[in-house]
């Protein structure tokens, strides 16, 4: 590829990535003359090769008009931080390097300055500080002395069965040997998984600002792994998640389908909250401290789906939660006459209104993100007016919200709003763009489109959705088509901006993001309807949407389609190319699934991609492996030996593998070697039928995991794919009759 369209993707990269991502938001205060917010970004710093945070505060009047924002301040070194609830001082944990070693501090300042500072691995209490997505939790108590969080448990140093001492060790202390176990130092800990690493044996821990003290919760049980948690308004009591993490740890990264309750911890006392059999997250305690809520859903079945939103009476005598939103099989009408497809998201940090009457939501829904308004005592549901972008939500604070405002033509944006009651039936909350992002060259002649499809046939679900993103029109098929089924299998596209899409769109090309059907946002019975039929159902829902988006979009050239996609994308794009391969002349796959039954044993979901049909469930008991083969997963269980041949035969069978011989399409494999999720001997595998067919085909792995997000992969997997896809479809090239048309 000559230099010259290098130097141009590469500028376009720079150009895109100028723009930061909003990640939180905090509304420091909210009174009747003016509000405080202090937004959180994440930018790509290009020359240092990292994804550099920053914070930003923003100062409105009481009519959300911005009044004053502060400079941007550097917080790439902070990997949590909370306020008191004054506003009087703060708790930084902070990652630094001391004689060459990475330690973890929790800082505490006030408004002049660094009041404190603890050095974690000195005090030596537990092990790194948890903050991932899963468990992490940072947060003060009411009465403002005390931080609670969720570290690794220490366990008891090992040292071999035989060791050289010093000579002069009678003069030494002892007490660290003492400490030590022998003949430990192997002895295999399970973690949670792709991106989890590390997370072993999670603990609760409060670090006393007062004594300066940390201590561990104790009486929790030991096959469970706690998380998520916060204060009782009471300062007496902690509430959390905890996990069954025995007998085995299964991958719980975008996983919402694992075994846990909602506990109370109180006095040395550990009680279960919710019921057995259930996976919960996000317990979530009201501003009066009377009132809990939860996400709720059935263990087990596929790795997402659609939940239930609960809520408990803390104090009540009974101690029964009630359903406030029950899970959707498909859709239904509410207050404001829109439709509504169920709950998938997370619950804000902060999500309730002042009065402790209202909750503020957010959750894919189709192909967009929208917000709702919980009204606890009608158990109504009101859809927060929106235009066409994704509106979610940050968080909420004496009524004040602040939203995330996206869409594909739009970097994230801060939006503020202010709830009142009597817009309940409405939805309609006034607000204020707070920030704008830097106009992207040539965006005006880009345009997208949400497209709806229905089958006319027996099928229990018939319905599915895409997403058309690229130029607004153009001659007749002069532009090439891109063909993007998302991962998972069980998340979905929505209308945010995709840094990596929008540098194809501007590189010459049409993008069409497939929500086949097995995506979430559009029931739960659109989820289970795949479960048995990937490779089959998923794959149908991509050629109809690529002979749709032909059909509706003239410009498009049906000799010049490509695929991209990763993880079940990949799986989806591995199967494209095989059982289509007239149709579709390129492939970038990223870590893709290709032969199931080869993945099941090493995969850290091996439950989430074999899931079985009712009937199937009656015969077998075996689990993502499972899950979308329709597979029940029960490590405990033994399987007849010709059940689990015909289990493995049907995953294999389901698999990309078996049409690797009609393969035609020049492809190109992103593998990462620390991906646990789908292991990079899958794309191997493929790389290496793929050359024995003398298809044209380039590998590229990366020491990276699963997402290939971080700093230097992500550009050079990005900027690859770009090139690969330009080498063999782009716009220069003729426009032809294709057979497949």
């Not at 931080?81 to 973890?104: F, P």
């Amino acid at each position: 590829m000559a230099s010259p369209q290098i130097e141009k993707i590469v500028n376009l990269y720079r150009t895109l990535a100028r723009n930061p991502s909003l990640s939180s938001a905090k509304i420091l205060q909210a009174t009747e003359k003016e509000i405080s917010i202090l937004g959180g970004w994440s930018q790509r710093n290009l020359e240092r090769r990292v994804n550099q945070k920053f914070c930003q505060n923003y100062t409105l009047d009481s009519k959300l008009q911005l009044l004053s924002e502060s400079f941007p301040i550097d917080v790439t070194t902070e990997l949590l931080s909370v306020s008191t609830e004054d506003e009087q001082r703060r708790a930084v944990l902070r990652q630094a390097t001391v004689d060459n070693t990475t330690k973890q501090f929790i800082e505490i300042w006030d408004k002049q300055k660094l009041v404190k500072n603890y050095d974690l691995a000195t005090l030596d209490v537990h092990g790194d500080v948890y903050t991932d997505s899963e468990f992490s939790s940072f947060e003060w108590s009411p009465d403002q002395t005390k931080i609670l969080y969720i570290a690794e448990k220490k366990l008891p140093k090992s040292k071999p069965f035989y060791k050289q001492k010093a000579l002069n060790s009678k003069d030494k202390d002892n007490k660290d040997e003492s400490e030590e176990s022998v003949g430990n130092e192997y002895f295999y800990k399970p973690h949670w998984g792709e991106q989890l690493v590390g997370k072993h044996r999670p603990v609760v821990a409060v670090l006393d600002t007062t004594t300066d003290t940390i201590s561990a919760l104790s009486n929790i049980p030991d096959e469970l792994s706690p998380g998520q948690v916060l204060w009782r308004n009471d300062d007496q009591g902690i509430i959390g998640v905890a996990w069954k993490h025995e007998p085995r740890h299964l991958g719980l990264l975008v996983c919402s389908n694992r075994l846990s309750w909602i506990f109370l911890w109180k006095d040395g006392e550990f009680k279960k909250l919710s019921t057995d059999g259930c996976a919960v997250r996000c317990p979530r305690l009201s501003p009066d401290g009377k009132s809990l809520i939860w996400l709720e859903r059935d263990a087990g079945g596929p790795h997402h789906n659609a939940h239930k939103l609960m809520h408990l009476e803390i104090d009540s005598e009974k101690q029964k939660a009630n359903v406030l939103v029950d899970i959707v099989p498909t859709s239904i009408a509410i207050q404001n006459s829109e439709k509504f497809y169920g709950l998938y998201g997370r619950l804000p940090r902060r999500c309730w209104s002042n009065d402790s009457q209202y909750i503020f939501l957010s959750s894919p829904q189709a192909n967009n993100i929208r917000s709702y308004i919980v009204d606890i005592k009608a158990k109504s549901v009101t859809e927060i007016e929106n235009d066409r972008s994704s509106l979610h939500i940050l968080d909420v604070r004496n009524d004040v919200i602040a939203f995330l405002q996206t869409s594909l033509l739009e970097p994230t944006a801060l939006v503020v709003g202010k709830f009142e009651p009597a817009i309940i039936n409405s939805g309609s909350i006034p607000r204020n763009k707070i920030t704008t992002s830097t106009t992207i060259p040539d965006s005006e002649n880009v345009m997208y489109e949400c497209c709806d499809y229905d089958y006319d046939n027996g099928d229990e679900i018939k319905h599915f959705n895409f997403i058309y993103f690229g130029p607004k029109g153009g001659d007749k098929k002069s532009v090439p088509l891109i063909i993007s089924p998302h991962g998972g299998p069980h998340s979905n596209y929505a209308n945010q901006f995709a840094m990596d899409h929008y540098l194809f769109v501007l590189s010459g090309f049409a993008m069409v993001q497939v929500n086949y059907r097995g995506s979430t946002g559009m029931g739960s019975k659109n989820v289970e309807y795949l479960l048995g039929k990937a490779g089959d159902a998923d794959v149908k829902d991509c050629i109809t949407a690529t002979l749709e988006a032909l059909r509706k979009y003239p410009w498009l050239n049906p000799d010049q389609i490509g695929l991209t996609g990763g993880s079940h994308g990949g799986f989806l794009v591995a199967h494209l190319s095989g059982q289509y391969p007239d149709l579709y002349k390129v492939v970038v796959a990223r870590n893709p699934v290709i032969d199931i039954a080869a993945m099941f044993t090493i995969s850290d979901i091996p439950d989430c991609r074999t899931a079985l049909s009712k009937e199937e469930k009656i015969k077998f008991h075996y689990d993502e492996c499972c899950t979308e083969t329709n597979y029940p997963f029960d490590e405990s269980k033994q399987v007849a030996e010709d059940g689990q041949v015909e289990m493995l035969v049907k995953m294999f069978t389901c698999s990309p593998i078996i049409h690797v011989g009609k393969v035609k399409a020049p492809t190109l494999l992103c593998l990462g070697t620390n991906d646990l999720r789908v292991p990079c001997s899958q794309g191997k595998m493929w790389y290496q039928r793929l050359k024995a067919n003398n298809v044209k085909t380039k590998m590229l792995v990366y020491e990276d995991n699963h997402n290939l997000t971080t700093g230097p992969v992500e550009i050079d997997n990005v900027i690859n794919a770009c090139l690969w896809l330009q080498e063999h479809i782009s716009p220069d090239k003729p426009a032809g009759v294709n057979s497949q048309e």
